[in-house]
């Protein structure tokens, strides 16, 4: 497996580059601990966006749609389910429309 190459490295490198300077210098705004954290964190994206890259940048054209049909029903099966609290009594239950103790469970009003 040979790791894809994408001008998208760079923004996050540079921002690593400069949190790694602020943390050498201690010229940080924040204390050196969120510092440290923000940098491990960001290379862990980066880590993260190159597997990524290089995992899905030879997949076919049907397995992009295949995955695009998955994660929009997904999102509406969410919104669905987000409409459904909207709409609700406060005393009522996402599912099967009653509360099972009779509480708010949307907490006190």
């Not at 929009?72 to 389910?81: C, D, I, M, P």
Request: proline letters at 5%; glycine letters at 10%; aromatic letters at 10%.
């Amino acid at each position: 497996m040979v790791l894809a190459w994408t001008p998208l490295y760079l923004p996050p490198a540079l921002f690593l580059v400069l949190g790694a300077a602020q943390l050498v210098s201690g010229q940080t705004i924040n204390s050196c601990f969120a510092t440290r954290d923000s940098i491990i964190m960001g290379c862990v994206y980066l880590i993260l966006f190159a597997l990524a890259a290089t995992l899905f940048g030879n997949v076919a054209l049907a397995q992009w749609l295949r995955l695009g049909k998955v994660v929009n029903g997904l999102y509406v099966s969410a919104l669905h389910l987000r409409h459904r609290a909207i709409l609700c009594q406060p005393r009522q239950d996402l599912l099967d429309g009653s509360s099972r103790w009779g509480g708010n469970i949307f907490g006190p009003t």
